[in-house]
RNA sequence: UCCCCGCUAGCUCAGUUGGUUAGAGCACCGGACUGUUAAUCCGGGUGUCGUUGGUUCGAGUCCAACGCGGGGAGCCA
């Protein structure tokens, strides 16, 4: 199915730009509104190039008159105008319509003076943008990244959605840590001694715990929502604050999860491609070189999968000399997992059965004992967009590994509980929504890929 | 949290072994010209050299601390 987002009008009052620039005709009365992206005078013609967010694309105005000083004083960078006039085809190459009016049928509604204006008509750092994150949704990188970012989101919506799966919206204020360790924010009412919902309670690193109570009675459901870290991160992949995906399927064991990851990741990749097609050039243009190929030729075939342990085979038979110690029981670094992705597989790998030490209290026990029914997606770039994992679903096997631990069973009585009422197999994965959105545009740094970012010593606006 | 690098005009940067009045491109401002497309041409420098302290006759330049930013690592998604 073609998703036609732009045939609506934006409001009963006036169409987006994206929907005009591909349905008006030559003749047709034209009235837009919008932002003024560069603007050129001379003594007898004058161009306006106005966006409004709907489309990569801006619509030229031509004014055949000039006009007046002050109002062309007026017209400069990121001046907001209503312009009406008649729409004709454009004799210049690089548009098929424009739009004609008179001076007097463009209206400034909220003037930028240029020269006090932070952006300018000219390429800016994205370190730069970042400290006027209030003003970069309006530059042609963050314009197409937020197109794409929304473009995503309900791609991945669009995908469960087709397949039954319920979206639960677990909770963000959380009264256990997920992971059993990790860093946590907590919840209090400054001034209040006493715990509000009287006891400690936290923003949630992850919803699974919570989903899993309803995949155990919807078989089919996901989670899509903000999560929070208080781990001291400083790198170009890391957030305190970022959105994650966590589908959860019951009567499934591990092949189940990796063939939905598989299925998922491909499906997303290639429909937010084909929705966002004019965004993606300016990635393929400036951020990322070939970045869109890459990715088609990464999905378009099977991913490879391993285990952890021929993971650590391979590593040791590369006659690469690696910083950190390969070997079973070593955990597999950054390093170590490029090399996995990037140069022996050039494409995505699943990495499955790891050691228990190295995982999650929940996860699916082998029966050798030592390893765990765990999966990682590795891609070129970016190393693990994925975690994921069968559950154990046996409940002398899970409350013997929290104690194990030396974790309180008393604290997941009703994680258990889910293993003593009818349960089933099951297992499902997490997905970085950011990684994910830099994996497809080619962007380098999460402070970019999120509106507002949330990191260590920094939470400005 | 650890390692490395940086901080000079609105932006991106240059600035010699420490030396007198601080440099470029673009942006911006003024003018010319043009159915233009990040237009083009001519003219104009708009500055608390991150902050504080130190060394020195003299610091953008050397030293220290702090702040901010970037890259890498760990942790992870």
Known sequence: MRLELSMSPTSARRSSIDHLLQHAEPG???RIEGWIKTSRFSKNVSFLHVFDGSSPRTVQVVLSEPPSEDLKGRLGIHSAVRVQGTWVASPGGEQALEIQATPEQVQ????TDPSAYPIQKKRTSLEHLRTIAHLRP????????FRV?????WQIHRFFQERGFLWIHTPIIAASDTEGAGELFSVEVPGQSEPFFGRPTYLTVSGQLQVECFAQAFSNVYTFGPTFRAENSNTARHANEFWMIEPEIAFADLDDV???AEDFVRQISLATLEQCAQDFELFDRFVEKGVVQAVRSSVDKPFA???YREAQELLQQSGRSFEYPIGFGQALQAEHERFLAEEYFKGPVFVTDYPKEQKAFYMRQNDDGLTVAATDL???RLGEIIGGSQREERLDQLKRRIVELGMEPDDYAWYLDLRRFGSV???GFGLGFERMLMWLTGIKNIRDAIPFPRTPGSAAY
């Not at 400034?108 to 003037?111: A, D, H, N, S």
């Not at 970012?149 to 989101?153: E, G, I, M, T, V």
């Open 138 to 145: 309006r530059t042609n990188t963050f314009q197409a990244t």
């Open 425 to 427: 197999p099951h297992g």
């Open 258 to 260: 990796i063939a939905l």
């Open 28 to 30: 047709q009365p034209a």
């Open 149 to 153: 970012r929304n473009a995503l989101s």
């Open 305 to 307: 999968r391993i285990t």
């Open 108 to 111: 400034v509604i909220g003037p």
């Open 378 to 380: 590795l891609v070129p």
